[in-house]
T-cell receptor, first 106, second 113 residues
Framework: KNEVEQSPQNLTAQEGEFITINCSYS?????LHWLQQHPGGGIVSLFM???GKKKHGRLIATINIQEKHSSLHITASHPRDSAVYIC????????FGTGTSLTVIP | EAGVAQSPRYKIIEKRQSVAFWCNPI?????LYWYQQILGQGPKLLIQ????????DSQLPKDRFSAERLKGVDSTLKIQPAKLEDSAVYLC???????????FGEGSRLTVL
């Protein structure tokens, strides 16, 4: 049983496209992280949010606690955005999705 | 502010050998995690420390894995003896508190031959 489901698993986009990655979870949480992992690299926390919406540059994250759903949007995508994006809801522990592998083609 | 430091970055060993990984969390972070990430999967929690006490080690294969955080600061994760299926990236992460923002190290990639 997966506590966290992400979609899509893989995504290929043309540079400049608007991208959405979705995350649904079944556990009770106090906050949710969106993480970015580059090939061969470590994991970087992009956002931690517990309600509403947060924006950082071209990245926007939203969460609906009642519906247990979060989305990560990337506007004007760029090849350097190519990475794996992981949703991690957190309550008394961190739960991790399996990630969405994004490739942005120039 | 210095990030989470891990070493070694890469390690190749033969099965049945032992290996140890080291992690130094961000200063002041009471909570430290060790995760195992197998290629294509999300991180799997191995052990969580709060200061030098273990909060959760339910998924740690205790017959071969051990971890300690003696002074509530840096931590070591040991595997002895290693199996082929232990090939993975071992990630250390820390946070101020369980509900705080999570910071990851670069990871230690283990290959068991």
């Amino acid at each position: 049983k997966n506590e966290v489901e992400q979609s899509p698993q893989n995504l290929t986009a043309q540079e400049g496209e608007f991208i959405t990655i979705n995350c649904s979870y079944s556990v009770g949480i106090s906050a949710l992280h969106w993480l970015q992992q580059h090939p061969g690299g470590g994991i970087v926390s992009l956002f931690m949010l517990s309600s509403g919406k947060k924006k950082h540059g071209r990245l926007i994250a939203t969460i609906n606690i009642q519906e247990k759903h979060s989305s990560l949007h990337i506007t004007a995508s760029h090849p350097r955005d190519s990475a794996v994006y992981i949703c991690a809801p957190t309550g008394n522990q961190f739960y991790f999705g399996t990630g969405t592998s994004l490739t942005v083609i120039p | 502010e210095a990030g989470v430091a891990q070493s070694p970055r890469y390690k190749i060993i033969e099965k049945r050998q032992s290996v140890a990984f080291w992690c130094n969390p961000i200063s002041g972070h009471a909570t430290l995690y060790w995760y195992q990430q197998i290629l294509g999967q999300g991180p799997k929690l191995l052990i969580q420390f709060q200061n030098n006490g273990v909060v959760d080690d339910s998924q740690l294969p205790k017959d071969r894995f051990s971890a300690e955080r003696l002074k509530g600061v840096d931590s070591t994760l040991k595997i002895q003896p290693a199996k082929l299926e232990d090939s993975a990236v071992y990630l250390c992460a820390s946070s101020v508190a369980t509900t705080g923002e999570l910071f990851f190290g670069e990871g230690s990639r283990l290959t068991v031959l």
